[in-house]
């Protein structure tokens, strides 16, 4: 644990441990609103799954306080970023959260009536259809240029110490 702290920092460990309780409770999610209709999926098996593993992840972030790290730069720890550089990692994060949230829908939704509608040339749900395309790209381009200036941002509070 000390040297993966220490390779991410504090906040970068949180982030990426945090992963550990949260892929299985979006497993739960997805088989929850499954279940009902295939009778196939477990979803209380990922639940509790996703809830162990949330209380081993709030015990792991009461001991990374008391975790030594080496004084140097790094690229996720909030104490060391300049404002510029909070903003646009939180644009990130919000495009990235719409995006996820997309595509979770995209992947939960029976197309076929929005298709066979389209088909039959009614313009309501053509109009639907454009605004989920837009909204789509705007995300990509959202997380892309965010991505972008972040670095940007990063670089320069990286040359600004050296």
Same mark, same amino acid.
């Given at each position: ?13 949180? &982030?990426?441990? /945090? %992963?550990?309780?949260? +892929?299985?409770? &979006? *497993?739960? *999610?997805?088989? *929850?609103?499954? /279940? ?9 098996? &990922? +639940?509790?799954?996703?809830? !162990?593993? +949330? ?23 909030? =104490?060391?970023? /300049? /404002? =510029?550089?909070?903003r646009w990692t939180l644009g990130v994060a919000a495009f990235a959260t719409g995006l996820v949230a997309?595509?979770?829908? *995209?992947? =939960? !939704? ?6 066979? &509608? ?9 109009? %639907? ?10 995300? !990509? ?11 940007a941002a990063y670089k320069a509070r990286v040359l600004l110490y050296m």
């Open positions: 644990m000390k040297r993966l702290v220490d390779r991410f920092g504090r906040t970068g460990f949180a &982030a990426l441990s /945090s %992963l550990m309780w949260a +892929l299985p409770m &979006a *497993a739960w *999610a997805g088989s *929850a609103d499954l /279940s009902p209709i295939d009778k196939t999926a477990y979803p209380w098996f &990922a +639940l509790a799954i996703g809830l !162990v593993m +949330l209380a081993v992840w709030i015990a792991l972030l009461t001991r990374l306080a008391t975790i030594q790290v080496a004084p140097r730069q790094r690229r996720f720890d909030l =104490t060391q970023m /300049s /404002s =510029t550089e909070k997309w595509l979770n829908g *995209a992947a =939960t !939704v029976d197309w076929e009536p929005l298709v066979s &509608a389209i088909s039959a040339g009614k313009v309501g749900p053509a109009l %639907l259809a454009v605004a989920l395309a837009a909204f789509l790209f705007l995300m !990509v381009a959202g997380v892309w240029l965010s991505w972008r200036k972040e670095s």
